[in-house]
């Protein structure tokens, strides 16, 4: 009789084991939060529609927020003309994010404001979610990990355990074509040596019920978010700027920071590159091994939007510990055009170690000849880490396995003219103009073939100009 019980009282114990383990897991990232002990003004009216309409490959994220701030002519987040920037751009939403089975990650109030710069014209537009003690008194941040184990760069390894904003990256044509440009660049990125790359969570999106399309969940990249990844106390300590901010939206937001970082790139202009007095002076200004890290995996990647346009530096005062020591250094961010033309890797490197235009500071570093050998030796060990054809085609297969669901989904739902559509003033595309997912698919073999070509291309060019 005793004997008969052993496989009952075994399974029971399997059964406990798995569900301790389960519930461990979910706890590394955040307690799932029970639909029935949400505040009654939290209840998301959408919520049994959407997980009714189709079964979930991802994460979905859900938006409530009043119909006015969404779609006023003047000022809506989604149809306005002219939605202000910043803080003034921004209106209170309730925000749901939901594991595919339906339980809840996050569940409270946020704000919401564009993301972007000349996207912000998209049909299909980015946005970034706010934490703030001023829309939930109780939830001044976000608690959530959405990206499976993010830890802070001061060599802790330490959890990131509350951040302050999100943002939520719209796939659309022809910014992120594949949907998947963005997440297989800060993925090699990644592999490549690069610790900061953005981590990257696919998601399906709904705003007021209504389907928006496939989009990646990242971390914000402001100084609160450097704050929280290099585990730095106070985020007042950091200097951060966009260059090109005022050339694309016509404001500068940080004209001091800026000042000061274009006469730190006058002087390398100008400067002896072969004095041991000026390289010690440049050191305590700039990571340089950060610098020239920061170019090889642009370079590497193929990126098609970077140069003379995204580039933002950032510093954090002295206080000797890491990253917090007054040097600059380079943010990988807006990786949607890498990869897309097969020209522009031999382009790219010309541009970037010949030419000193647009603030470019890799021809003055490469005047000396330890910068020089370093920077090869950063190639070469990027290509021997992540840019070779094993890895690469591993990581194309991973990132497409992560999207493809939700991707197939968007191409045949309501919301694909927003994908196809640059900007609000584009007319509404034909039936002929219509991509299908063979198309994609060949988008992606030719994104995946620029790639393979690319360390090809770069030995070519170092003989060039380097031999």
């Keep these: 009789m005793k004997r008969n019980l052993y496989p009952a009282i075994f399974i029971l114990f399997s059964v406990v084991l798995l569900s301790v383990c389960f519930h461990t897991r979910l706890k590394a990232a955040d307690d799932l939060i029970p639909s029935s002990d949400l505040d009654p003004s939290l209840q998301d009216p959408c919520r049994h529609e959407i997980f009714e309409s189709r079964q979930f490959s991802g994460l979905v994220v859900s938006i409530q927020a009043e119909e006015e701030d969404l779609y006023s002519e003047e000022t809506g987040i989604l149809k306005g003309q002219q939605v202000p920037q910043g803080r003034e751009g921004e209106c209170p939403v309730r925000l749901f994010v939901y594991r595919q089975d339906g339980n809840p990650l996050i569940a409270q109030k946020a704000g919401i404001r564009i993301s972007g710069a000349s996207s912000r014209s998209a049909v299909r537009r980015s946005f970034r979610l706010i934490a703030r003690s001023d829309y939930d008194e109780e939830h001044s941040c976000f608690t959530c990990d959405l990206w ?14 509350e951040y302050r904003s999100f943002i939520l990256h719209s796939v659309r044509y022809a910014m992120d074509s594949t949907g998947i440009h963005n997440s ?8 490549a040596g690069m610790e900061d790359a953005s981590p990257t969570t696919p998601a399906a999106v709904y705003v007021n019920g209504i389907y928006q399309g496939a989009y990646f969940i990242l971390p914000a990249k402001n100084d609160h978010a450097l704050a929280e990844l290099y585990h730095i106390e106070n985020p007042k300590d950091i200097e951060f700027v966009s260059v090109f901010e005022e050339e694309k939206t016509g404001i500068q937001t940080s004209p001091v920071v800026l000042e000061e ?3 730190f790139v006058d002087y390398l202009h100008t400067c002896d590159m072969n004095d041991p007095a000026v390289i010690a002076r440049i050191e305590r200004q700039l990571d340089v091994e950060q ?20 580039l933002r530096v950032w510093r954090c005062k002295n206080n000797g510990l890491p990253y917090q020591d007054g040097k600059w250094r380079y943010f990988l961010f807006d ?4 990869g897309s033309f097969p020209d522009l890797v031999a382009d790219n490197f010309r541009q970037a170690t010949q030419s000193e235009d647009n603030y470019n500071i890799l021809p003055c570093l490469l005047r ?31 990132e497409e396995a992560r999207m493809l669901d939700e991707i197939t989904y968007d191409f045949q739902s ?11 003033n584009s007319s509404m595309p034909e039936a002929e103009d219509y991509l299908t997912l063979e198309d994609r698919q060949n988008m992606i073999e030719d994104f995946k ?11 070519a060019c170092l003989e060039v100009y380097f031999p």
């Design 291 to 310: 610098c020239l890290e920061y170019y090889a995996v642009n370079l590497l990647l193929g990126n098609g939007d970077w140069l003379d346009n995204n």
């Design 449 to 459: 073939s620029h790639l393979l070509s690319a360390p090809e291309v770069i030995h």
């Design 148 to 161: 499976n184990g993010r830890q802070v760069l001061d060599g802790t390894g330490l959890p990131i355990h």
């Design 414 to 424: 309501d919301a694909f003219p927003g994908y196809l559509m640059y900007s609000i």
């Design 261 to 263: 970082y274009l006469s």
């Design 335 to 338: 990786l949607d055009w890498i």
């Design 368 to 398: 000396n000849p330890e910068y020089t050998q370093l920077f090869k030796e950063i190639i070469a060990r990027m290509e021997r880490d992540a840019f070779h054809m094993e890895m690469i085609e591993s990581v194309f297969a991973q």
């Design 184 to 191: 297989v660049g800060y993925a090699l990125a990644r592999k």
